[in-house]
């Protein structure tokens, strides 16, 4: 009784198709009106005047089985387009989190204590989730793509290097958390956008000197900032120190071994585990290698991304601010002899964390005004299988019977 009750209709408007075999009913109940004949044959008065005197009960209507059939397949016919669904019906929606720089700004400069802009659009999602009915399954990509109840608490700290690829998650159910509205509104996603206003500050930093936005103009400041540190922990030898350490003398980084707080880079040398042999490339380089175990996938700051790997094993993964390898290459390198720096000065630029404080230029710009909007066409969870195909099936089923006893074939 209670399946029945929690049924729920994709198309009521069909509930008015019912009208159809109620109609049926109603015009094969109704009694034909008496035909006038005229005749000058007493004997059939005589007969018609005895049976009424007789008190013979008129015998009742029958409904040829071939009607009721057919009354029966239009109701069904009905049911099918009305598209009947069991069980708890729940919205899902996949919101996808902008987690780059301009999202840990405060949503106006000069507060105390700011409110930040992935904050106010977090709340906001989960407001028009609740408006919707809806529940969020969280990811934040380009680097964690695996979904979540809730945001991870890393994600409001750590911002990532680029922004969100929202073109690709232009999908129904899903919804695109950001604090600017999208230039081209998507779709088939919806989307929430915090808003903000421009907020001036440190806009990039380089060895020692500093260049900050005073919401007019960018100022290089010299000496503003000590050089960063580059921490390694394990041992890293061979083509592989050689090339981090060219890297790291261009770039004005200091490498050292002990766990500095807020290091540019944090690189983990995996030196347990079996050793064995390993062939590995890349970029248009290859070289023979030590490897030990696996490189780490995951994080609690979330999911890294595999840079290296052989036969289907990561070798070097890689997430904001820090480098897990597990491989160490012992020979020279084969390929283009200058490819294996460029590959690993590529990888290790782009996830060098930015020091506190450090937003783009383009990422401090104003956001305009905070929005919502729901994704135009929502996936729903728990619903139970269709209903409609056995309808229609039945209603078929039905039709034909009343074909095939109307033409006496049954």
Do not use: K
Request: charged share 20%; net charge neutral.
């Amino acid at each position: 009784m209670s399946a029945l009750l929690a049924i729920a209709w994709e198309r009521p408007w069909g509930l008015w198709l019912l009208a159809i075999p109620v109609v049926m009913l109603l015009a094969a109940l109704r009694r034909p009106r008496a035909e006038r004949l005229a005749t000058s044959d007493l004997d059939s008065w005589r007969s018609v005047t005895a049976s009424r005197g007789s008190g013979t009960p008129r015998a009742p209507r029958r409904m040829p089985f071939a009607l009721w059939l057919a009354v029966l397949a239009c109701a069904l016919a009905a049911l099918a387009v009305t598209g009947p669904r069991t069980g708890e019906r729940t919205l899902r929606w996949t919101a996808v989190l902008d987690t780059s720089p301009s999202m840990h700004l405060p949503l106006a400069a000069g507060t105390s204590s700011p409110t930040t802009r992935i904050e106010r659009a977090v709340s906001m999602a989960r407001e028009l989730a609740a408006r919707e009915g809806a529940e969020l399954a969280w990811i934040a990509p380009p680097h964690d793509l695996t979904p979540r109840a809730a945001p991870l608490e890393a994600w409001f700290r750590r911002a990532s290097s680029t922004t969100s690829p929202f073109e690709a998650w232009d999908v129904p159910g899903a919804l695109w958390v950001t604090d600017a509205a999208p230039a081209v509104p998507p779709r088939e996603a919806g989307y929430v956008a915090a808003g903000g206003s421009a907020i001036p500050g440190t806009v990039a930093v380089e060895r020692t000197f500093r260049l900050d936005w005073d919401g007019e103009h960018v100022l290089r400041l010299d000496g503003a900032i000590a050089a960063r540190t580059v921490v390694v922990e394990g041992v890293l030898d061979g083509p592989l120190d050689r090339a981090l350490r060219a890297w790291a003398a261009a770039r004005g980084f200091n490498l050292d071994a002990r766990a500095v707080e807020n290091a540019a880079l944090r690189i983990t040398a995996r030196i347990d585990g079996a050793a064995r042999e390993v062939e590995a490339g890349r970029d248009g380089w290859s070289a023979r290698g030590v490897a030990h175990g696996t490189a780490l996938v995951q994080h609690a700051e979330g999911d890294l991304d595999v840079w290296l790997s052989a036969a289907g094993e990561p070798l070097v993964t890689a997430g904001v601010g820090r480098i897990h390898v597990a491989w160490i290459p012992t020979g020279t390198p084969s390929g283009d002899p200058a490819a294996f720096a460029v590959s690993w000065a590529e990888l290790l630029d782009a996830f060098v964390r930015p020091p506190p404080g450090v937003v783009p230029l383009d990422e401090r710009q104003a956001a305009g005004e905070p929005r919502s909007v729901a994704p135009r066409s929502t996936p729903r969870d728990g619903d139970h299988e269709p209903r409609d195909w056995i309808l229609a099936a039945g209603a078929t089923a039905l039709a034909l019977g009343a074909l095939l006893v109307r033409a006496g074939r049954v």
